[in-house]
């Protein structure tokens, strides 16, 4: 059963840094591309970031871009999201997603991340 | 950005068919993906590239559509389907979402 459990959320203050993991299990981690979608409190969807299967390309939306970094540990079956310089409008919960083709076959509970003073 | 657009909400009786509508601000080929999020849950995939059912979907749910106009059908609607339903595609960068359909059921 494939399995995504994220962790690292919490309340931040705006311009601080938050490093999100994503643990996987059920599946040949290395063989995925992985991705981070957000949804601001009561929103829509918004994806974060991607990052190809052997960790050699990443993509980001443009708000994050110079801010967030994505990241795998292939041994390790674990997805992060290093974010820097956070502001308000990054309050959401992320999700870690599993990619397939640039779609998103499964998806983490979400953990929680509050930017404020 | 690729904006996709949906109807806020729709109600229906259960054993109804209802179909959700998304449509593209340009054309996105067969790349629309459709998911369902129950109230506290994260989303779950259920169509792929317009019209493949995602693996354990029941097969009430199907998709339909090109270029900029898609459906997601649910035929016949149980109560357990009430949620919210996005779209997605993934044709052009950046991937986007619509904004939801939340389907209530009478």
């Known amino acids: 059963e494939v399995q995504l459990v994220e962790s690292g959320g919490g309340l931040v203050q705006p311009g601080r840094s938050l490093k999100l993991s994503c643990a996987a299990s059920?599946?040949?981690?290395?063989?995925?591309?992985m991705a981070w979608v957000r949804q601001a409190p009561t929103k829509g969807l918004e994806w974060v970031a991607s990052?190809?299967?052997?960790?050699?390309?990443?993509y980001y939306r443009d708000s994050v871009k110079g801010r967030f970094t994505i990241s795998r540990d292939n041994a390790k079956s674990t997805l992060y999201l290093q974010m820097d310089s956070l502001r308000s409008e990054d309050t959401a919960t992320y999700y870690c997603?599993?990619?397939?083709?640039?779609?998103?076959?499964?998806w983490g509970p979400g953990t929680m991340v509050t930017v404020s003073s | 950005d690729t904006v996709l657009t949906q109807s806020p909400a729709l109600a229906v009786s259960p054993g109804e068919r209802v179909s959700i509508s998304c449509r593209a601000s340009?054309?996105?080929?067969?790349?629309m993906h459709w998911y369902q999020q129950k109230p506290g849950q994260q989303p779950k995939l259920l169509i792929y590239k317009a019209s493949n059912l995602a693996s354990g979907v029941p097969a009430r749910f199907s998709g339909s559509g090109s270029g900029t106009d898609f459906t997601l059908t649910i035929d016949p609607v149980e109560a357990d389907d009430t949620a919210t339903y996005f779209c997605?595609?993934?044709?052009?960068?950046?991937?986007?979402f619509g904004g939801g359909t939340k389907l209530e059921l009478k």
């Open positions: 997603t599993r990619g397939r083709n640039w779609y998103f076959d499964f």
């Open positions: 997605q595609q993934s044709w052009n960068d950046p991937p986007t």
């Open positions: 059920g599946f040949t981690f290395s063989n995925y591309y």
């Open positions: 990052i190809t299967n052997s960790g050699g390309s990443t």
């Open positions: 340009e054309g996105v080929n067969s790349y």
